[in-house]
């Protein structure tokens, strides 16, 4: 099923993405990850292959979304930052847990946090002329809150994004903010990129919920 907007570029890669599918609501995000599943894989690094994975989101998509946010800069550079530390703590929240420690205070708590940090940012800045940018990633931000759900977190990221996903409409449409069609397409498809890789990835090592206890 895809999106029911057009999708911003021709660029194949975005093909998984388009096919995600996001309301705010409250979120509760807790120290312990429920899922009692494990996984013995570990990579060449000595980490669990579950984390390596998640870091190369960070690596790829996480990055092309900041790059293409700083092209734009001000106020959505300075939403991206608080996205890249969001998955910096998840990312941490992902090794605790796998690891068979309780996450610290400032992981599981932080993430809940984080998110509605990034969608207060949106709130704050109104009258910005990036506003539309600010409240599309403000809108969906919060199915990166997969890691409480289960049994089924892969559908809770497509049903997260479904209600946000028109925001893209008003990015795409002309502005004052002197950003080409073609950076916002770009801009678009980055974070459809970003949100479709974390579906993904869920749906390949965490398909019942958060793996836990991994050795």
């Avoid at 093909?15 to 599943?37: C, E, K, Q, V, Y």
């Avoid at 910096?88 to 509605?116: E, W």
């Avoid at 409240?135 to 990166?144: C, E, G, K, R």
Wanted: aromatic share 8%; with cysteine; glycine share 6%.
């Amino acid at each position: 099923t895809h999106i029911g907007f057009p999708q911003p570029t021709g660029d194949s890669r975005s093909t998984h993405a388009s096919t995600i599918l996001s309301s705010r609501g409250s979120l509760s995000i807790i120290n312990d990850p429920t899922s009692a599943s494990s996984d013995s894989t570990l990579s060449s690094s000595g980490l669990p292959v579950m984390v390596r994975a998640f870091e190369n989101i960070l690596t790829h998509q996480l990055s092309s979304y900041l790059k293409i946010s700083a092209v734009i800069g001000d106020l959505v550079l300075t939403q991206a930052q608080l996205v890249q530390h969001l998955f910096q703590i998840q990312r941490d929240f992902l090794l605790s847990s796998c690891r068979g420690r309780t996450p610290s205070a400032g992981s599981g708590p932080g993430q809940a946090a984080k998110i509605l940090q990034i969608q207060g940012f949106a709130d704050q800045h109104i009258k910005s002329a990036y506003y539309p940018h600010l409240l599309y990633v403000s809108d969906t931000v919060q199915a990166f809150g997969w890691v409480v759900i289960s049994p089924n977190p892969r559908k809770f990221i497509r049903t997260k994004y479904e209600n946000g996903h028109h925001r893209a409409k008003a990015v795409l449409k002309p502005s004052k903010t002197m950003v080409s069609n073609s950076i916002a397409k770009v801009w678009v498809d980055s974070w459809l990129d970003l949100i479709g890789e974390v579906e993904q990835y869920v749906g390949e090592f965490h398909p019942r919920g958060l793996k836990w206890n991994i050795h």
